[in-house]
């Protein structure tokens, strides 16, 4: 469980810098700096944009994993209580 944990905070991290990234580099090229040379806008949107969606995907990849383990832990939850009281009524 550990180990998945560790694994959700690293694409949580890298899905928020994938898309800071993105946005950064759609904003600076695109914006702030003109280009030396000959660079298409095409080619530095589409790098940002990819980025901006890698970023959105692993992020959604994230919160559905989070949401699987809290519903899991959820569960065994539940079912340790239901043996419990099984065991407790068996005992009476």
């Known amino acids: 469980m550990a180990k998945n944990c ?3 905070k690293i694409q949580g991290g890298l899905a928020i810098a994938s898309f800071c990234v993105g946005t950064l580099i759609a904003c600076v090229c695109l914006f702030v700096i003109d280009p030396k040379g000959d660079i298409e806008t095409s080619a530095i949107s589409l ?3 990819f980025l901006i969606l890698c970023g959105a995907l692993l992020g959604a990849k994230v919160a559905f ?5 809290r ?3 959820d569960l065994h939850k539940k079912v340790d209580d239901a043996i419990e009281r099984a ?3 068996d005992k009476k």
Request: proline share 0%.
């Open 71 to 73: 519903f899991e832990g």
């Open 47 to 49: 790098v940002s944009e």
């Open 87 to 89: 065991e407790g009524a």
């Open 6 to 8: 560790d694994s959700t």
């Open 65 to 69: 994993d989070l949401k699987l383990q």
